[in-house]
């Protein structure tokens, strides 16, 4: 989310427009303030790129604190698309009759659209990726986390009582953030992230591997059953060659490559029903993708309180001058980030924030998947088990999946 100051002040270290604002690409996920407080006393609130629980959040609180010191309030429907063209007739006055009780709603009541500017941002994604202190979540992230682990326990228990696999493609260009938070709380079998593969190019075949060893090492332990939980992600990092193979590969008007269009999931089926069926076995497996049912529910408690600090700061940073920063509130106190603190130098866009695979978190996450690890290669008795479902030796099964875990330590236990 970001926030605009009054024309005519420099909102940004970077090259500033002839009018005072800055231009530049404006961030998946942004609601702006406008404030020309200078001049008109009247603040212009407005949405941009993709939906997060709790934008009507800081809608609320942004525009019951401006009306609190006299300001009119505008809302400003469907971001720049059309203030962009000179049009100003999806301009309407926000009272706090409207907004008062809209932290409790879902969605977006100024809806959203892309557009070009760069000025206070207000951390709003689902992914989580935002490059805030640590311990500090984007907002709606945990939100879409709540849902997205209810709906994989959901799914969790139909795989057991059905006896099949589901493979689960969760929303996260960048970063594995959102579904590994899903995976570790609902329990899934594995969770899969870009994170923890350090090789570039990722190839397919390993991802394939992976979930094929992990249905061997459940099948060897009496279970038919599965989830695995997989980042989009994946798909960036993996060779654009393969990426081919998965389909037509569609970029959006910012070049990202459309993973929404790319069947990763159904692919991975394939590559694993590959295999297996060579081994003799016919898991059953179905593809679930889940995303955009999360970004409009209705925000958790945590939202709703986290968004009202939020949009507060926001327009009080606003109402006292403050411009040219990420606003983020750490230990309960408002903690203003300048711009050139998040900002890569390299793609002047903000930084990503991965998971980080060396923490305590992740190690505590892996050490509850069921996958094949190097324990699993070391121990002959284990080593025999896995082997004996695929009707391989032991020395076989080593030599044909040990490279999967070559890089990792074995559990305890």
């Not at 038919?224 to 798909?235: N, R, S, T």
């Not at 309960?332 to 793609?347: A, H, K, M, N, W």
């Not at 080593?383 to 559990?411: N, Q």
Request: one cysteine or more; aromatic letters at 6%.
């Amino acid at each position: 989310m970001e926030v605009v100051l009054p024309r005519g002040i420099r909102t940004s270290p970077h090259t500033p427009c002839e009018n005072g604002d800055v231009a530049g690409e404006l961030e998946p996920g942004s609601v702006i303030v406008n404030t020309e407080v200078q001049t008109t006393g009247k603040v212009a609130i407005l949405v941009g790129g993709g939906p997060a629980p709790g934008i009507n959040g800081v809608i609320s609180a942004a525009t019951i604190r401006c009306l609190t010191e006299g300001r009119v309030v505008l809302g400003i429907e469907q971001g720049f698309k059309w203030i962009m063209q000179g049009d100003v007739s999806r301009v309407r006055p926000l009272t706090i009759e409207e907004v008062s009780r809209l932290h409790f709603r879902g969605g977006s009541i100024l809806k959203t659209a892309r557009g070009r500017l760069r000025v206070v941002h207000v951390p709003k994604t689902i992914d989580n990726d935002l490059d805030l202190p640590a311990g500090v979540s984007t907002f709606g992230f945990q939100t879409a986390r709540d849902l997205g682990a209810r709906i994989v326990a959901n799914i969790l228990e139909d795989a057991r009582t059905t006896s099949r696999w589901f493979l689960v493609v969760a929303m996260g260009r960048k970063a594995g953030h959102l579904a590994l938070g899903i995976g570790k709380a609902a329990g899934a079998t594995l969770t899969l992230i870009p994170e923890e593969f350090p090789e570039r190019p990722l190839w397919l075949q390993k991802v394939a591997d992976i979930l094929a060893g992990a249905i061997i090492k459940r099948l060897s332990n009496g279970r038919e059953d599965g989830v695995a939980v997989l980042a989009e992600g994946i798909a960036e990092v993996m060779d654009p060659q393969e990426l081919t193979a998965l389909g037509s590969v569609k970029r959006d008007e910012h070049g990202h490559i459309e993973l929404a269009d790319l069947d990763v999931g159904e692919v991975l089926k394939e590559e694993v029903l590959t295999r297996l069926t060579a081994y003799g076995l016919a898991p059953k497996i179905r593809v679930k993708d889940l995303g955009f049912e999360l970004r409009c529910t209705d925000p958790i408690p945590y939202d709703m309180e986290y968004c009202r600090d939020l949009g507060y700061c926001a327009a009080d940073c606003l109402l006292n001058g403050g411009t040219a920063v990420m606003v983020a509130v750490v230990n309960g106190r408002f903690s203003p980030i300048p711009f050139d603190q998040i900002l890569d130098p390299v793609t002047k866009r903000t930084r990503v924030r991965m998971v980080d695979v060396e923490s305590e978190s992740y190690r505590i996450a892996r050490r509850y998947m069921i996958r094949l690890g190097p324990e699993d290669f070391e121990r002959d008795e284990r080593a025999a088990a896995c082997a004996a479902v695929v009707g391989l030796t032991p020395s076989k099964f080593r030599e044909r999946f040990g490279y999967v875990v070559e890089h990792e330590t074995p559990k305890e236990g």
